[in-house]
C-alpha cells in the first residue's frame, strides 16, 4: 500500500513520502536538489511521525531521501531571509532550532525502531538526522560533515546527536574542522551500521527492516526505550533499571509467547500484549 502524505508544496508536491507495507512505513524527504530541512520539511515529518506513533500497522520506519543529497541541513536561504525581521531573525531561528529538535526526539522517543537510508551528502542537521536514527545503512560514495564552523555557524544542534553516536574525539574532529567524511569513516566513527553498494541499497535496507518488523511490537518499544534510558544512567541504576524493564518484560504476553515458541520449536504469534 502507498500513500502521499496530504500536505503539498506550492508545486503541489509532497515534501514528504509515505509509504507502508508490511508494517514497515518508508519516509521519503522529497526537496530536491539539498532536501533542505526547512520549516515545512520539519512540520511534515514531525506529522509524519506523530503519525506513525499511533499507527498499529507501523512496525518499522525507513528515513530516506529522494535525488543525489541526502540532507544538505537547515534551509539557510531561508533563514537568511528573516535577517530582516525587526528582531534580526531572531524568533524565526528560535522556531527553526525548536522544530528540528523536537524531530529528532520524535525519533529517539518514538516507541518503533526509525532506519536512516542513506545516499549522497548528509551535512549539518542532515548529518544529525543519520545520527539520531536507530539504524544507518549508507552507500559507499556517501558522506557525512557537519561544516558549521566554516561559516561561523558551529553546528552545536547537531553535536547532540552526533557526539551519542560517534566516539568524542571522532564527533569533535567532525566539528572543529568541518570536514567531510567517506562511508567508511563514518562506519569507523560509529555514524552507520553498514555500507552497501548503491544498486542494493534499498535492498538491503528493506530487509533489515522486514527483519526487525517481524519481531513483536510491544518488546521493541520496550527495548528501544530502555535502550535509551540506560544510557544516561550511572551503571549501578542502569542495572537496576534494565532488571526492573527485563521483570516486567517477562510478565508480558508476548514473551510468554515467544519462550514458550522457541522451547516448543514453533513460529511465535505475536499479539502486542
Not at 520524535?106 to 536512516?116: C, E, F, G, Q, R
Not at 544507518?136 to 564552523?149: E, K, L, M, Q, Y
Not at 540506560?230 to 541504576?237: C, D, G, T, Y
Request: aromatic letters at 6%; hydrophobic letters at 40%.
Amino acid at each position: 500500500m502507498s500513500q502521499a502524505m496530504a500536505t503539498k508544496t506550492p508545486q503541489d508536491e509532497p515534501l514528504i513520502v509515505r509509504q507502508l507495507a508490511d508494517g514497515v512505513l518508508r519516509l521519503t524527504l522529497n526537496n530536491p536538489p539539498a532536501n533542505a530541512l526547512s520549516i515545512a520539511v520539519l512540520e511534515q515529518l514531525s506529522g509524519a511521525l506523530d503519525s506513525a506513533r499511533d499507527d498499529g500497522d507501523v512496525r518499522v520506519v525507513i528515513l530516506a531521501a529522494a535525488g543525489k543529497l541526502f540532507s544538505a541541513g537547515h534551509d539557510l536561504k531561508e533563514m537568511t531571509e528573516h535577517r530582516e525581521d525587526e528582531d534580526r531573525g531572531r524568533a524565526f531561528f528560535e522556531k527553526t532550532m525548536r522544530l528540528c529538535a523536537h524531530v529528532m526526539m520524535s525519533i529517539t522517543n518514538l516507541p518503533k525502531p526509525v532506519i536512516a537510508e542513506v545516499d549522497g551528502l548528509a551535512t549539518a542537521a542532515g548529518c544529525q538526522l543519520v545520527a539520531t536514527c536507530d539504524l544507518a545503512i549508507c552507500t559507499d560514495t556517501s558522506t557525512f560533515c557537519t561544516p558549521g564552523v566554516n561559516i561561523g555557524l558551529f553546528c552545536s544542534t547537531p553535536m547532540v546527536a552526533v557526539s551519542r553516536a560517534a566516539h568524542r574525539k571522532q564527533a569533535m574532529e567532525m566539528l572543529l574542522t568541518g570536514e567531510a567524511i567517506d562511508a567508511s569513516t563514518a562506519k569507523e566513527f560509529g555514524l552507520v551500521n553498514r555500507i552497501v553498494p548503491k544498486d542494493y541499497l534499498r535492498t538491503v535496507t528493506d530487509k533489515y527492516a522486514s527483519v526487525i518488523a517481524s519481531k513483536s511490537p510491544l518488546t521493541l518499544k520496550i527495548g528501544k526505550e530502555a535502550f535509551y534510558q540506560q544510557l544516561e544512567r550511572p551503571l549501578s541504576e542502569a542495572y537496576e533499571y534494565t532488571a526492573w524493564v527485563m521483570t516486567e518484560n517477562m510478565l508480558a504476553r508476548d514473551a510468554e509467547e515467544g519462550i514458550n515458541a522457541f522451547l516448543e520449536k514453533r513460529e511465535p504469534k505475536w499479539t502486542g500484549r
